[in-house]
């Protein structure tokens, strides 16, 4: 017993630092906490799961994250730099601490831990934002849409819990008409993979882009639904290499976008044909898009994308990857939230079937990134 008090007291005063290492212990650590979970501990964790994201917002909202991130200060200091009630200061500081956003130490004083300054990151805290102020409520309609949908699988993209949270809108229907929710979301989508090797980096990838040639004039990238442009950005900055890049998205979007030399933003909705001037380019790149549809949603959006392709063109979907079995937490979380808006996160065999569906060959699967199952699917032309 004293072993095993001695060994958890070590890994949490001084954790290791090779994130392989820290994945693993982090994953073993959970099967062991769920083990040794009591019925009142799955109380806690199934009855108040969403408490933790309520306490996330209000201590944004309150600047909490931000004063903790300064410096260690006590319940009274804290309160009168936000201007805040202290006792209920004191009762949101509690509900960080207990679960593990912030740390109380023994001289009555709060502090931050290696993760609260990742909280005060502005991306980060839209990111928290989006999952509270739109997706709590979809998760909230799932189990009465499955219910009135008699357990089919949800595979309508106009009618799901979505449509049933936001009183018949989509969920990019209710993005489009409000300028807030739409910043949360698409900075939330800029981080969503921060912790993660970017595919870029990664060998097998930079290797497979670097045979791709092109010239100066050439479009080399389109990315489809390419959002704020991260990943555009990104695979301008890993490569250096010659060709246009050209980020395409909805044009409720594209004004959010920020212009930036070398990469060309244009309102592309992915239900049409893409304009001869984005026809013929090297690389058709499409990143978590795919999982927000059904499966004849993303047929239409590939068929248009092959339609545009050459002879030399490549399709790479960048999407999470279904294992045949040991789906992470994460993957599966974010499955279900994809359940809510008539998407789904798919297997390789699933993506071989869109691909077939579009008229598209299926060439190969890289998996590109140790911590997360994600990985790029090359299509090529028949
Ligand atoms: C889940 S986000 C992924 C964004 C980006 N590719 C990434 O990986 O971060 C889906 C993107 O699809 C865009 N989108 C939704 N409907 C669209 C449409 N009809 N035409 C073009 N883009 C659309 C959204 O605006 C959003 O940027």
Known sequence: MAEYISTLEKLTTNPPCDPTLR???????????????????????IFFGPVVLSGAVIAIDMGLFQALSEAPQTVEAISTNISGDQVL?????????????????????????????????????????????LCLP?????????????????DRADHNAATMAFNGLTFFQR?????????????????????????????????YVSRIPAD??????????????????????????????????????????YTEAGIEFVAQDFFTPQPDAYKNARIYYIRNVLHDWPDDKCIKILEHIGDAMGPNSVLMIDEKIVPNRDASDRLVFYDLAMM??????????????????????YESTIKYCKEAPDGIIIGKKI
Request: overall charge positive.
């Open 89 to 133: 200061v004191r009762r949101v500081l509690r509900l960080l601490s207990s679960t593990g956003l912030a740390l109380e130490d023994s001289n009555g004083k709060y502090r931050a831990t290696h993760m609260t300054s990742y909280l005060t990151n502005p991306a980060v805290e839209s990111a928290v934002k989006s999952s509270f102020y």
């Open 340 to 361: 809510c808006i008539g998407g789904m996160e798919r297997t390789v065999g699933q993506f071989k079937k869109l691909l077939h569906g579009a008229g598209l060959k």
């Open 175 to 207: 993005l489009a008409q409000s300028e807030k929710e739409k910043t949360w979301f698409s900075q939330y989508m800029a981080i969503h993979h921060d912790g993660e090797e970017s595919c870029w980096k990664s060998r097998e990838i930079s290797e």
């Open 216 to 257: 100066g004039d050439q479009v080399l990238m389109v990315d489809v639904g390419g959002g704020m442009g991260h990943q555009a950005f990104a695979f301008r900055n890993a490569y250096h290499r010659q060709g246009r890049i050209v980020v395409q998205d909805h044009e409720s979007v594209i004004p959010l976008t």
């Open 138 to 154: 979809m998760y909230v309609a799932l189990p009465q849409y499955l219910s009135d949908y008699r357990y089919c699988n949800p």
């Open 23 to 45: 994945k693993e212990l982090h994953g073993k650590a959970r099967s062991a906490l769920y083990a040794l979970e009591s019925v009142h501990d799955v109380q806690t964790r």
